[in-house]
Nanobody, 118 residues
Framework: QLQASGGGLVQAGGSLRLSCAAS????????MGWFRQAPGKERAIVAA????????YYTDSVKGRFTISRDNDKNTVYLQMNSLKSGDTAVYYC?????????????WGQGTQVTVSS
């Protein structure tokens, strides 16, 4: 089970840090990442990180603003979101799977709402 937390309401330009803790299984062998889904849009990858931290993927719209990290000892992945924009408003989902940009998802966490007010 993947448990996401850290969402909320923030003003444009602000920051939030999302966390995703895994329980019941180790996620050490999986690529981990975050997707988001805005109203009326499809769920899309935001960021992903390799099993051993070192390779990261970011969608173009968040490069330079978001940072993904993981702590395998804590079975947790993080998404630090800075300089937030209204366009970042969405439900954010953590995921575990494989592939450079999490092309294959094996497990989904529940969503956490991020709302950026302008």
């Amino acid at each position: 089970q993947l448990q996401a937390s850290g969402g909320g309401l923030v003003q444009a330009g602000g920051s939030l840090r999302l966390s995703c803790a895994a329980s019941g299984r180790t996620v050490r062998r999986y690529v981990m990442g975050w997707f988001r889904q805005a109203p009326g849009k499809e769920r899309a990858i935001v960021a992903a990180i390799s099993q051993t931290p070192g390779t990261e993927y970011y969608t173009d719209s968040v490069k330079g603003r978001f940072t993904i990290s993981r702590d395998n000892d804590k079975n947790t992945v993080y998404l630090q979101m800075n300089s937030l924009k209204s366009g970042d408003t969405a439900v954010y989902y953590c995921a575990a799977g494989g592939g450079y940009n999490l092309r294959t998802v094996h497990f989904w966490g529940q969503g956490t709402q991020v709302t950026v007010s302008s």
